[in-house]
């Protein structure tokens, strides 16, 4: 079954203790990037990758880290979680699209998300 | 700079009436334009997607929504609710001319379809 999955589902921790959530995709996508959801604010982009060892930065990146040393897995790591970092997290992955010899957006594959509370 | 704005957080309606959730985008350029839906404790999925062509665009279980460049809109319709369209609803807009490849999402809006 095509499906980014995600670990933990569920995680509480305390101020300054490392964490790293996994993702994984079994679709070869070559796009990835990782979502922070809070309430009245949606959805809010992270970080993104486009390929093998090639990340950059989203809207909201202070805080976090990525790495991409394999196609299928993109790990988001919090060094030192604040409370400020709680927060409904998402994965999501997408295939590299043409239309016409032009590059198009595919639509993104979510995982079922990690809820992070930091105390 | 590109945003989305959802102007309404809660739309009502009873089933079997249409839906409308609506949205509309700024990007410098030309949009590419999507419709999500999140379920309660589950990932948003994907409705549908206008990058090019018909501004008319049909997704999946029975949504569609229209591009219309000139009121910078991309509402999310459905003819006929159901009590299971009864979710989280996110637009989502990217400028195809941007040379990034970040995805803006919209605050969501919160559809109840009362039986």
């Known amino acids: 079954e095509a499906q980014v999955t995600q670990n933990p589902r569920y995680l509480i921790t305390v101020t300054g203790k490392k964490l790293t959530v996994t993702c994984s995709q079994n679709?070869?996508?070559?796009?990835m990037s990782w979502y922070r959801q809070d309430p009245g604010l949606g959805l809010r982009q992270i970080y993104y990758?486009?390929?093998?060892?090639?990340?950059d930065k989203g809207d909201v990146p202070e805080g976090y880290k990525v790495s991409r040393k394999e196609k299928r897995n993109f790990p988001l790591i919090l060094e030192s979680p604040s409370p400020n970092q709680t927060s409904l997290y998402f994965c999501?992955?997408?295939?590299?699209?043409?239309?016409?010899?032009?590059?198009?957006?595919?639509?993104?594959?979510f995982g079922p998300g990690t809820r992070l509370t930091v105390l | 700079a590109q945003s989305v704005a959802q102007p309404e957080d809660q739309v009502n309606v009873a089933e079997g009436n249409p839906l409308t959730v609506k949205c509309t985008y700024s990007?410098?350029?030309?949009?590419?334009l999507f419709w999500y839906v999140q379920y309660p404790n589950r990932g948003l999925q994907f409705l549908l997607k206008?990058?090019?062509?018909?501004?008319l665009v049909k997704g999946s279980y029975g949504f569609e929504a229209e591009f219309n460049k000139s009121q910078t809109s991309f509402h999310l319709k459905k003819p006929s609710a159901l009590v299971s369209d009864s979710a989280l609803y996110f637009c989502?807009?990217?400028?195809?001319?941007?040379?990034?490849?970040?995805?803006?999402f919209g605050a969501g809006t919160t559809v109840t379809v009362r039986a």
């Open positions: 999501a992955s997408r295939l590299k699209g043409w239309v016409s010899g032009r590059v198009t957006y595919n639509e993104q594959f």
């Open positions: 989502a807009v990217r400028d195809r001319g941007s040379n990034d490849y970040k995805l803006s």
């Open positions: 206008y990058i090019t062509g018909d501004n």
């Open positions: 990007v410098s350029g030309n949009p590419y």
């Open positions: 679709m070869n996508h070559e796009y």
């Open positions: 990758s486009m390929n093998v060892e090639v990340t």
